[in-house]
């Protein structure tokens, strides 16, 4: 039986203090072009610029993080993205007008983030401690994720596919969470792709658990991305 070639983890680029002064790279066509933030290295170069770079949607959400750490990772994610937004854009970061476009599941706007006009998308996660951003000039989702623990495994993986939970199920309980973790992460960067986000049914997509990369999904590029022990992380673009 011939198997599928195994696809290599992706390999996003670490930000850096000052990255954002440099023109990044444009993504080339249905390829994305990612960034890894760290947010122990980003957070004090980042503080200065957050009252001047953030819109006051944006400002109003970090003041509700109670936890100082959620409140420097949200920060360090969306100022990163305004900066390299305005590199991109040739605009300056305070003046990019980002949006949400409507779910296309219920039309209320909390779709994907978009800034109207221009033809360059793009999509934002964060965990503890690490952010990844994900540019294309397409449809784009990019997940990251802290592996979870059994009890988080155990109690989330009746949501999934079918076929993902039986893979789960016969995975070692040691290798479980980082199984869960290729699971959950490709599956909510393609849903984020999408527009849904976790509106959709996660049982109507098999991503699959396996470690040589995702199961093929029509119209889309799934990839996993390399993050460093102790992380999983997917970005999905449309083709």
Partial sequence: MCLPPVRPALRPERLTPGAWARLPEPPRPGRPRLWLARVEDLSGAVAPLADALLDSGER?????????????????????????LGAYLGVAPSDVPLVRRPCPVCRAPHGRPDVPGVPLCFSVSRTAGLCL????????????????????????????????ADELTACPPERRPAAFARVWTRKEAYLKGLGTGLGRDLRSDHLGASPHGPRRVPGWAVDDVAVGAGCAAAVAVAV
């Fill in 60 to 84: 109003a959400r970090a003041a509700t993080l109670h936890r100082a750490a959620d409140r420097d990772g949200y920060r360090v994610a969306h100022v990163c993205l305004r900066l390299l």
């Fill in 133 to 164: 951003l994900a540019f294309a000039d397409t449809a784009v989702g990019a997940d990251i994720e802290r592996l979870p623990g059994p009890d988080v495994v155990a109690a989330l993986t009746t949501v999934l596919h079918p076929r993902e």
